[in-house]
Every structure is written in structure tokens, then in C-alpha cells.
């Protein structure tokens, strides 16, 4: 079975500043997922990591793949109050079995 | 674009007792998912269809829990009979093929007393 970990698994921050969200994983896949999370709703998607190397960015967040590493990283910049949720990766295996992260639970407080 | 949709939002039930979800998927999605989200952990799947062939199943027990997706669109997903372990968030999510960014419903959230 795939492991999907990530770290850490809460973080609280003052914005303003920077931080990465650490996503690694067990098995060969070149196909990474960002979703984030409210408290209390569904999951969101953020970003989309197809092959190595790759890197999307949108607003504040940042992702990028490194498929040889088994990482990904999501990078926050100049963190807000809005960004405030828990934030999980997955990872699709052989046989398109996704495999969802821990999940980071990020505070971003004044 | 309508998104996904699951009823009911909550349930309780007591012990042993069945109970069933509901999920329409967003039109023209052929590819279907059940999760099971715990407090503090991420989504882990349950069954997943292609249409209305359930091609993963293997996290699914068999047991108590089964699933249907009729005609390749709505889907059920009923527990019986229901253990004070299956108090979770069920959620649905779809995606136009199986590699797709998956939609994620609202959930269900299910406790068991």
C-alpha cells in the first residue's frame, strides 16, 4: 500500500511570512494532488502536478513535484488569515488508487 | 455548474441499525468515489466507479457496506447494520475520468450511538 506523509501535520504561522508544506510518498507515481480544506466543508482543489518537475502557482500558494524524491511541496508567501485550513496531498499509484495525506492543519494568525 | 451533491448532511442512528447515502455526481462525470474522512485525518477511499462498474472496491467492507451506482450517474452507498466505529464524515466526489481533479460533495456526516 502507498504511505503518503506529510509535515508537518499542524502549523501555526504569523503572516506575513514564509513556510513549505512537505508531502512525500512511498512508491513511484508522477501524479500529485493539493487540495485544501475549511473546517467543517468538503474538500477543494488546488493544484494539479503531472509530471517532474512540474510546478503551478496560484495566488500565495506554490506547488512543484520531484517524482525522483517522492516529494512535493506546497509553499506559502506572505501568509494570510484566508489561508487558513488543513491542506492534504494525494497521490494516484498503479491501478489509479489515490492516496490522500495526513494532511497539514495551518493557522495563520495576526 | 452544479456541483456535487450527497444527502442527508447528518444522521445519527443507533447501533445496528441501517442507513444509506446518497451522491449525485456533477453531469457528465463518468468517474464516481466514496471516502470515509475520520476527525483529523485525510479522505481514505472506499469504492470507486467507472460508470456504473465499481472498478475498486478492495477498501470497501463487504460485510456490512455496499454500493451501488445505477445507469452511471446517482450512487448509494448503505451501511447494515451500522458499529459505533463507522461514526465518520462520508464524502463523494466525482471527476469527468479517473486520473481527472476530482469535485468533492459536501459530505455526510454519520454518528453512531
Known amino acids: 500500500e502507498l504511505k503518503v506523509e506529510q509535515n508537518p501535520l499542524f502549523l501555526s504561522m504569523q503572516e506575513g511570512k514564509n513556510y513549505t508544506i512537505y508531502c512525500n510518498y512511498s512508491t513511484t507515481s508522477d501524479r500529485l494532488y493539493w487540495y485544501r480544506q475549511d473546517p467543517g466543508k468538503s474538500l477543494e482543489s488546488l493544484f494539479v502536478l503531472l509530471s517532474n518537475g512540474a510546478v503551478k502557482q496560484e495566488g500565495r500558494l506554490m506547488a512543484s513535484l520531484d517524482t525522483k524524491a517522492r516529494l512535493s511541496t506546497l509553499h506559502i508567501t506572505a501568509a494570510v488569515h484566508d489561508l487558513s485550513a488543513t491542506y492534504f496531498c494525494?497521490?494516484?499509484?498503479?491501478?489509479?488508487?489515490?492516496?490522500f495525506g495526513t494532511g497539514t492543519s495551518l493557522t495563520v494568525i495576526p | 455548474e452544479a456541483g456535487v451533491v450527497q444527502s442527508p448532511r447528518y444522521k445519527i442512528i443507533e447501533k445496528k441499525q441501517p442507513v444509506a447515502f446518497w451522491c449525485n455526481p456533477i453531469?457528465?462525470?463518468?468517474?464516481l468515489y466514496w471516502y470515509l474522512q475520520n476527525l483529523g485525518q485525510g479522505p481514505e477511499l472506499l469504492i470507486r466507479?467507472?460508470?456504473?462498474?465499481?472498478?475498486?472496491d478492495s477498501q470497501l467492507p463487504k460485510d456490512r457496506f455496499s454500493a451501488e451506482r445505477l445507469k452511471g450517474v446517482d450512487s448509494t452507498l448503505k451501511i447494515q447494520p451500522a458499529e459505533l466505529g463507522d461514526s465518520a464524515v462520508y464524502l463523494c466526489?466525482?471527476?469527468?475520468?479517473?486520473?481527472?481533479?476530482?469535485?468533492f460533495g459536501p459530505g455526510t456526516r454519520l454518528t453512531v450511538l
Open positions: 494525494a497521490v494516484v499509484s498503479t491501478g489509479n488508487q489515490f492516496y
Open positions: 466507479y467507472e460508470n456504473e462498474e465499481a472498478v475498486d
Open positions: 453531469s457528465g462525470h463518468n468517474t
Open positions: 466526489a466525482s471527476s469527468p475520468g479517473s486520473l481527472d481533479t476530482q469535485y
